[in-house]
């Protein structure tokens, strides 16, 4: 059984910094091309992905400059670093996994086989 557990999420003032993790349990972690998504209200969109070796990254343009996407194979973990965080980036954070060994980047949720259970950023003005 594949789980995914996030953490670290808290309040933050606006322009600084929180790093998310992601553990994944159940399964090969290398075998999964890893993403982040969150939800403020509405639809869960797409914040930023990685291939399971780590060596190609792609976020969504509000994010692009001020986030970083990274993993450790040996660790089982994919990390979130956010950096000058703005109100707007509130919002609960999903990390979600596919097996996937391509190259292509997927940015919907329909694409994702598994969830975590979602980690609370909270970015005050």
């Known amino acids: 059984q594949v789980r995914l557990i996030e953490s670290g999420g808290g309040l933050v003032q606006a322009g600084g910094s929180l790093r998310l993790s992601c553990g994944l349990s159940?399964?090969?972690?290398?075998?999964?091309?890893m993403a982040w998504f969150r939800q403020a209200s509405g639809e869960r969109e797409f914040v930023a992905t990685i291939t399971r070796s780590g060596g190609s990254t792609y976020y969504a343009d509000s994010v692009k400059g001020r986030f970083t996407i990274s993993r450790d194979n040996a660790k089982n973990t994919v990390y979130l670093q956010m950096n000058s965080l703005k109100p707007e980036d509130t919002a609960v954070y999903y990390c979600?996994?596919?097996?996937?060994?391509?190259?292509?980047?997927?940015?919907?949720?329909?694409?994702?086989?598994?969830w975590g259970q979602g980690t609370q950023v909270t970015v005050s003005s």
């Open positions: 979600a996994g596919k097996v996937y060994s391509g190259t292509y980047f997927y940015i919907q949720t329909s694409t994702y086989d598994y």
């Open positions: 159940g399964d090969t972690f290398s075998s999964y091309a």
